[in-house]
Nanobody
Framework: QVQLVESGGGLVQAGGSLRLSCAAS????????MSWFRQAPGKEREFVAA????????YNPDSVKGRFTISRDNAKNTVYLQMNSLKPEDTAVYYC???????????????WGQGTQVTVSS
């Protein structure tokens, strides 16, 4: 089993920045991929970014467009999402997910955090 705990969400004005964290515990060696998804009210869950334990990354270009950066600290078993130039449309609950495939498909992920709310005011 793997446990994921997100933190760092909050209220920020448009143009501001936030850094989300996702701390993983348990059998973390079994999950090579960590990702961030988000879900806005009334919308489907959307892939944001993913990172391999070896360092490779991929992003959703439609939602990120160079504004977000995913990174990780292996020593701390923690993954980060640095979000810059935030827009009101970035408002959503952000979820951390862990899985075995490097994919944007949410159904491929085995473990999920509880989510952290990000609200961007205009």
């Amino acid at each position: 089993q793997v446990q994921l705990v997100e933190s760092g969400g909050g209220l920020v004005q448009a143009g501001g920045s936030l850094r989300l964290s996702c701390a993983a515990s348990g059998r973390t060696f079994s999950i090579p991929v960590m990702s961030w998804f988000r879900q806005a009210p009334g919308k489907e869950r959307e892939f944001v970014a993913a990172i391999l334990w070896t360092g490779g990354t991929t992003y959703n270009p439609d939602s990120v467009k160079g504004r977000f950066t995913i990174s990780r600290d292996n020593a701390k078993n923690t993954v980060y999402l640095q979000m810059n130039s935030l827009k009101p449309e970035d408002t959503a609950v952000y979820y951390c997910a862990a899985g075995r495939r490097f994919t944007p498909q949410s159904t491929e992920y085995d473990y999920w955090g509880q989510g952290t709310q990000v609200t961007v005011s205009s």
